[in-house]
């Protein structure tokens, strides 16, 4: 009944490689596999600054493709890039971007 946090936005030194803005990085495939594990829906989670010292949070359901092989970590592993970019672009100056991932 509760709600679990993984950022999965982290330098992986191993893991699948697959697109991240572009540029092919070493990606975490956890946020999927718990996914796959658990069958819990994925939701990305987004801050933007409205105001000195506020912020809008905002969760979004991740959409996995009706196609996608769930037993692949690379695809689990591109849909939460896929998120994470989608999520990011919001505000990328309210980004932590302290990860060299590139």
Known sequence: ???????????????????????????????????????????????????PMRWELTLVPVVFPVDIDLSSRVALARVTNQALEHRLACSPCDCLWMHKRF
């Open 1 to 51: 009944g509760g709600m679990l946090g993984i950022l999965g936005d982290q330098k992986m030194r191993e893991g699948p490689t697959t697109s991240y803005f572009g540029v092919e990085v070493a990606s975490s495939p956890i946020p999927g596999l718990f996914h796959r594990r658990s069958g819990a829906p994925m939701l990305a989670l987004s801050v933007v600054t409205v105001a």
